[in-house]
């Protein structure tokens, strides 16, 4: 069964940084793409960041570039997003996703997989 589990959002405030881990199961990691994106209420879901754990590409969207970074540990089977300089507007569900493709988080994408969430809420 895949699994997709999503850690380490909370309750943060302004300017401050959290990292966010996505710890994948039940398929064979090197051979995806994963990635993040959120949603905040009222709005639609934004892609942010994906990386290819085979050939270790990363693509950042230019709405959080510069703040925003993705990792992969392939020993661990787990991706981290690495936020910084929070600000309100960054509150909202963070989901990852994974598929055989890698993609550019510009572009709407819609996963093979996805885990249930973390939120992160920033507080001015």
């Known amino acids: 069964e895949v699994q997709l589990v999503e850690s380490g959002g909370g309750l943060v405030q302004t300017g401050e940084s959290l990292r966010l881990s996505c710890q994948a199961s039940g398929f064979t990691f090197d051979d995806y793409a994963v990635g993040w994106f959120r949603q905040a209420p009222g709005k639609e879901r934004e892609g942010l960041s994906s990386?290819?754990?085979?050939?270790?590409?990363?693509y950042v969207a230019d709405s959080v570039k510069g703040r925003f970074t993705i990792s992969s540990d392939n020993a661990e089977n787990t991706v981290y997003l690495h936020m910084n300089n929070l600000t309100p507007e960054d509150t909202a569900i963070y989901y990852c996703g994974a598929d055989r493709q890698q993609w550019n988080p510009n572009i709407p994408h819609l996963p093979r997989y996805w885990g249930q969430g973390t939120q992160v809420t920033v507080s001015s």
């Open positions: 990386i290819s754990n085979n050939i270790g590409s990363a």
